[in-house]
């Protein structure tokens, strides 16, 4: 009997053990327990590198999400929890100026949705260098990103050593026929181009001639209600060979070969001196409320506004949509080249881009 007993509290309590195991395995496959990664709570000091997590990027637009940070233990400094996925940040604590106009967006590639911009000589707060070259920064209390190839710590003048020309040298724009210029990949500036440059909006610049009808011509769409917003203009040939550069590096960085990269940057960017915008000659044109350019700049009454007074100021658009097998780039909407006032009519009602219209008139 008594062996009998025994063996029915040991089923008992085998029973019971079974049933809190199970209990306890039905809480951890719960709802209530967090599937986020555990934070390490070792101090970050400002030199110190930390690896951003991917999971806790904000899908919709990449900035920071903030979420909660775990109890920590006694006697530890809670660490900043950083949000953009994929890169490295190093805390820094410093100032910076802005040497050209640039960008600045949700996270640390160009890909980034655009938020405001910097004009030159502009400083920032930078708390972050990222190891893609980018810095993090305080913007207007939002955490934004730049490019750290238009970044200097030291202060920038804004009369840049470009904007004149020695007075014993003979201007490169004699004549209006000189204007119709033509500058693309195979067509290169002169290793001694230079030219005289006066401000556009902002801290854009165009050669002076250009900026005083680009002027007159966002004069004339503003008297029309049209507030016209130039995103991009002059450009130093420095400037275009760091953005081409980076831009074939994302590609690579997104799953590229270095040749698929450079054709596919190719069509979008000029290279270094074969862009208008380092002749200074073009601008690009987007509306008030946007930071980018889109092709569907097309749809908007600043498009159609240009369309019908461009040429009046010397304007064409440059890189039409059925034009792209002789331009060798996309279709840009927002690109206006200057021509001067004496032919920009011509080259717009005849149809053709700029290669043709030379060609054809023997230029």
């Known amino acids: 009997m008594k062996r009998f007993l025994s063996a029915v509290i040991a089923a008992v309590m085998l029973l019971t053990l079974v049933g809190c ?45 903030e979420t909660e940070e775990p109890e920590e233990a006694e006697g530890e400094e809670s660490s900043e929890e950083l949000t953009v996925t994929g890169y490295e940040i190093t805390e820094v604590e410093m100032v910076m100026y802005a040497t050209d106009p640039l960008n600045v967006r949700l996270g640390p590639d160009a890909m980034y949705t655009a938020v405001g911009q910097l004009a030159v000589g502009d400083a920032v707060n930078v708390t972050g260098e990222v190891s893609n070259g980018w810095y993090r920064i305080d913007y207007d209390g939002t955490v934004a990103y730049v490019s750290g190839d238009y970044l200097r710590e030291e202060e920038v003048n804004v009369e840049d050593e470009y904007t004149t020309v020695d007075s014993g040298d003979e201007y490169y724009f004699q004549t209006e026929e000189d204007y119709l210029i033509l500058v693309n990949k195979t067509n290169l500036l002169p290793d001694d181009y230079k030219i005289e440059t006066d401000y556009v909006q902002g801290s854009y610049e165009m050669e002076k001639t250009a900026a005083y009808y680009c002027k007159l011509m966002i004069e004339a769409a503003a008297a029309d209600g049209i507030n016209l ?56 044109i987007i509306t008030e409320d946007d930071w980018d350019t889109y092709t569907e700049f097309e749809d908007t009454e600043e498009f159609a506004w240009l369309q019908a007074h461009a040429a009046e100021y010397g304007f064409i658009m440059r890189y039409a949509s059925d034009k792209v097998d002789i331009t060798g780039f996309i279709y840009e909407p927002w690109h206006y080249r200057f021509v001067g006032v004496k032919y920009a009519q011509d080259i717009q009602d005849s149809g053709l881009c700029l290669e043709e219209y030379l060609e054809v008139n023997g230029y």
């Open 21 to 65: 195991s199970a209990e306890s395995q039905e809480e951890l496959v719960s709802g209530d327990v967090t599937t986020e990664p555990a934070v390490t709570e070792a101090p970050v000091s400002s030199e110190e590198v930390t690896t951003v997590s991917e999971e806790t990027i904000a899908e919709d637009t990449g900035s920071v999400d």
């Open 229 to 284: 917003k130039v995103l991009s203009a002059y450009r130093t040939v420095n400037y275009q060979q760091n953005l081409f550069d980076r831009n074939v590096e994302s590609r690579m960085e997104d799953g590229m070969t270095y040749e698929e990269a450079y054709a596919d940057t190719a069509v979008n960017i000029a290279p270094a001196g074969g862009s208008e915008h380092n002749a200074g000659l073009a601008v690009d």
